[in-house]
């Protein structure tokens, strides 16, 4: 309202308690002709996004958790607002109960072990402490990761472009003193796996440089 200094404004308020969002053309259908009807945002939570993140589960890279990020506004805290919402989908998805009977604890309860075996694999290259020279030529192939050396075979490393024999060296020697060498046969059928994984880390590396 627009009014002027010496003048008195007076209104009524109707507060109700809700769930959710109400839009006001709800809202108007149970007030009186002089009320104004507001849409209203019952919900505490004023935010909640949510990211993907790699993880290892007995030494398999091919797996991936979910980590929420939660906000709210002080009437309630953001890991109770996490649990009710966590009971609300329960309690919607025990229509399927009987038609699936599936463990959660089975599939993912499992720790991570903290040696895990390909957890070197998935650190940057910048880790192996290169000669500059070295690590710039690995830079502009956009090799990025350990894992993408180790998969690699020794006339692949030889064909990067401007990589001279004493580099080549020089990387041979890192990896092989990291246990996983240049050429290494020992991964095996799970060098298919690394690759498809790896790519997916330089996708979502690229994507966040670009924002």
């Known amino acids: 309202a627009t009014i002027n200094e010496d003048a008195d404004l007076k209104f009524t308020l109707i507060i109700e308690k809700g769930i959710g969002y109400v839009p006001s053309e709800e809202i108007r259908e149970n007030l009186d002709a002089d009320f104004i009807a507001l849409d209203a945002f019952f919900t505490p939570v004023t935010k909640a996004v949510y990211d993907i993140e790699n993880v290892f589960v007995e030494d398999n890279p091919d797996y991936e958790k979910v980590v929420f990020t939660i906000t709210t506004d002080g009437q309630i805290s953001a890991i109770d607002a996490f649990k009710n919402a966590l009971e609300a989908m329960y309690q919607q998805l025990a229509v399927f109960k009987g038609i699936v009977n599936i463990s959660a604890a089975d599939t993912f309860g499992r720790a991570i072990p903290a040696n895990s075996e390909f957890a070197k694999l998935f650190e940057s290259v910048s880790n192996l402490s290169l000669s500059a020279r070295s690590f710039n030529c690995l830079d502009r192939a956009d090799i990025r990761f350990i894992g993408e050396l180790a998969i690699m075979e020794e006339s692949e490393l030889k064909d990067l472009k401007n990589l001279g024999k004493k580099s080549l060296e020089e990387i041979k020697a890192v990896m092989e003193e990291i246990g996983y060498p240049i050429g290494n046969q020992e991964l095996g059928d799970k060098k298919e ?17 670009g924002q």
């Open 193 to 209: 796996q690394l690759k498809r994984k790896l790519d997916e880390l330089k996708a979502q590396r690229q994507k966040n440089e």
